[in-house]
């Protein structure tokens, strides 16, 4: 009893998760978009000033469907410092107007509301005419560029308080931060590979379909969800995650209940389950573009929440919110599985049963229930990396976890086969190798330059970085002549 108290206890903290994310949302920054929309439509308005020099920052918006810029139009003939740009007392003397730019409301959640009309104190509203044309012929053409109209574009309360850091090692860190997070999601699925091939000595090639799948359903239940409830994050993640956890647990056992147990009370041999769990895949692939849809799903982000971490000039290095819910959720799924599989009754079983599966079962241990519990926990890692993915990324569809499975494959044995803590170690170094080859040399020979580096370190390390656990005492006892 104390021990099912104690695995509550941990898993308790994995089920939180979701609830972290929710409470970061709650603190998220207003989006800058709709001031940057006003202060480049200014330029548009003023097109005769010569400079403007704007008084309101970004961090004095309090409503952003009603934003509201006061500055100065600084003339030519304005008396300037040498190197300073007009004097002080100068552009005290200047008169102070305002222009104010109004919005729609978005109606989806982290999307930008529509310029609907613009009043300014010196020419009136503007007509929907000329709104139309500023549209059109400026906001959507010029840009970036009507800041150089600007005397002072770099005081307008965009710019974080972070330290400043080279432009090189700023680049550097925001790949590194994008393929940890990458990295983190191969790590879940990879544990899943890790967990199965430890009991039974065989891979199971569905789980990446097994993601896709649950990836779907969160955003199936998603839209469902918003559709009943509004665009509130709460509920759908909430939502969404169990509904992804609920079918990645269910298609796992499933997949045991109708193909791995059944060959492996057949003793069937290893070529025989990948070739069956090669048939699960194709099964789940074509049910799913068959029954379902062949089209992507479309998540809208429902959650942008970033903090700024270092800058170098304009360049911001950001993380976003959901890179730190992906990753410790990685450490946090990591740790409780380390911390089960040595401190409860299920782990005890697991362990015996990967050592010698003979003597498990003469000691009264049923093989098929920890088979079936393994294959459950293993779905419900499946579930939400899925969940993760879909909140994440957004667009989803049926062939979506075929090389996404690979990948966390190839993150299990790149780490070393049976190793939980190399299933970690891999799964992030295929991450930031994606992201380093991707920001660096581009995205064209990405997956090449990761099937590369297994090659390589199979070459040089065949048992993976830190080799296949194969010690007496091991949690992971791979079989010989299995596979």
């Known amino acids: 009893m104390l021990h099912r108290f104690r695995a509550f206890r941990c898993w308790r903290f994995i089920l939180?998760?979701?609830?972290?994310?929710?409470?970061?949302?709650?603190?998220?920054?207003?989006?800058?978009?709709?001031?940057?929309?006003?202060?480049?439509?200014?330029?548009?308005?003023?097109?005769?000033a010569p400079k403007i020099r704007l008084l309101t920052r970004f961090d004095e918006i309090t409503d952003q469907t009603r934003i509201t810029l006061h500055y100065q139009i600084i003339p030519d003939n304005a008396r300037t410092v040498p190197d300073k740009g007009p004097s002080p007392s100068a552009i005290s003397s200047l008169p102070v107007h305002q222009m104010t730019c109004l919005f729609s409301h978005a109606d989806k959640p982290n999307s930008p509301g529509t310029l609907i009309g613009i009043e300014t104190s010196r020419f009136g509203p503007v007509s929907p005419t000329h709104l139309s044309i500023l549209n059109r012929f400026w906001l959507d053409r010029v840009g970036?560029?009507?800041?150089?109209?600007?005397?002072?574009?770099?005081?307008?309360?965009?710019?974080?308080?972070?330290?400043e850091v080279s432009r090189d090692l700023a680049y550097g860190l925001q790949l590194g931060i994008n393929g940890m997070s990458r990295g983190a999601i191969y790590g879940l699925l990879a544990l899943s590979f890790t967990l199965i091939y430890g009991l039974i000595g065989r891979i199971n090639l569905a789980f990446g379909e097994i993601v896709m799948t649950a990836a779907l359903s969160t955003v199936i239940g998603g839209l469902l969800l918003s559709s009943l409830a509004g665009w509130n994050l709460f509920p759908i993640v909430i939502g969404a995650t169990a509904m992804a956890v609920f079918v990645g647990s269910g298609?796992?056992?499933?997949?045991?209940?109708?193909?791995?147990?059944?060959?492996?009370?057949?003793?069937?041999?290893?070529?025989?389950?990948?070739?069956?769990?090669?048939?699960?895949?194709?099964?789940?692939?074509?049910?799913?573009?068959?029954?379902?849809?062949?089209?992507?799903?479309n998540l809208p982000?429902?959650?942008?929440?970033?903090?700024?971490?270092?800058?170098?000039?304009?360049?911001?290095?950001?993380?976003?919110?959901?890179?730190?819910?992906?990753?410790?959720m990685a450490v946090a799924v990591g740790g409780v599985l380390i911390w089960m599989m040595a401190n409860t009754r299920f782990g005890r079983q697991w362990r015996a049963i990967s050592q010698d599966r003979i003597a498990a079962g003469l000691c009264g241990i049923s093989l098929q229930r920890i088979e079936q519990q393994s294959f459950v926990l293993a779905g419900f890692l499946c579930g939400i990396t899925g969940a993760v993915m879909a909140l994440r990324y957004g667009v989803i569809n049926f062939h979506s976890g075929t090389l996404f499975g690979f990948k966390a494959l190839v993150a299990a044995i790149l780490g070393g086969i049976g190793q939980m803590r190399?299933?970690?170690?891999?799964?992030?170094?295929?991450?930031?190798?994606?992201?380093?080859?991707?920001?660096?040399?581009?995205?064209?020979?990405?997956?090449?330059?990761?099937?590369?580096?297994?090659?390589?370190?199979?070459?040089?390390r065949p048992g993976g970085l830190l080799g296949v656990n194969d010690g007496k005492d091991s949690l992971f006892s791979p079989r010989a002549g299995q596979i």
């Open 144 to 163: 970036r560029q009507a800041l150089d109209r600007y005397e002072n574009p770099d005081q307008h309360g965009l710019t974080p308080d972070v330290p």
């Open 422 to 460: 190399g299933a970690w170690l891999g799964g992030f170094v295929i991450g930031l190798t994606e992201a380093y080859w991707s920001g660096y040399f581009g995205g064209a020979y990405r997956d090449v330059a990761v099937f590369g580096l297994l090659s390589a370190i199979l070459v040089l």
């Open 251 to 297: 298609l796992s056992h499933l997949t045991w209940r109708n193909v791995f147990g059944p060959l492996g009370r057949k003793a069937a041999g290893g070529r025989a389950v990948i070739v069956a769990s090669l048939g699960c895949v194709l099964f789940i692939q074509e049910f799913v573009r068959l029954v379902i849809s062949a089209r992507n799903f």
């Open 16 to 48: 939180l998760m979701p609830f972290l994310a929710i409470g970061l949302g709650a603190c998220q920054p207003d989006d800058p978009w709709q001031f940057n929309i006003c202060r480049i439509a200014l330029p548009g308005i003023e097109d005769e």
């Open 301 to 328: 982000p429902l959650w942008q929440y970033s903090f700024a971490v270092l800058r170098s000039d304009q360049f911001v290095v950001r993380m976003l919110g959901f890179d730190v819910l992906s990753i410790g």
